[in-house]
């Protein structure tokens, strides 16, 4: 069993910075391929981020290339994403997720980011 709880969302302003964490329970989730998603209101839930299992591999949605980094502290079992230049429409419940060898996607809570244009 995993369980993912997220930190760090809030109200920020467009071209400001902010950084999301996820706490990761289990021994083992430092094995796990993670990632970060979104779902902005009225929209799907999206994919934004993912990092290997050592973190030496990260993919990313073009919408924030080059604006958002994924980042893992496996002595930690963290996850983070750091968001600079946001913009309005970044605004979206973001969610961690961890994958596991056996194919199931474990989902955290999610926490709010807003953006002020």
């Known amino acids: 069993q995993v369980q993912l709880v997220e930190s760090g969302g809030g109200l920020v302003q467009a071209g400001g910075s902010l950084r999301l964490s996820c706490a990761a329970s289990?021994?083992?989730?430092?094995?796990?391929?993670m990632g970060w998603f979104r779902r902005a209101p009225g929209k799907e839930r999206e994919f934004v981020a993912r990092?290997?299992?050592?973190?030496?591999?990260?993919r990313y949605a073009d919408s924030v290339k080059g604006r958002f980094t994924i980042s893992r502290d496996n002595t930690k079992n963290m996850v983070y994403l750091q968001m600079n230049s946001p913009r309005p429409e970044d605004t979206a419940v973001y969610y961690c997720?961890?994958?596991?060898?056996?194919?199931?996607?474990?989902w955290g809570q999610g926490t709010q980011v807003t953006v002020s244009s």
């Open positions: 997720a961890a994958d596991t060898p056996s194919g199931s996607r474990y």
């Open positions: 289990g021994s083992t989730v430092r094995n796990y391929p």
């Open positions: 990092i290997n299992s050592n973190g030496d591999f990260t």
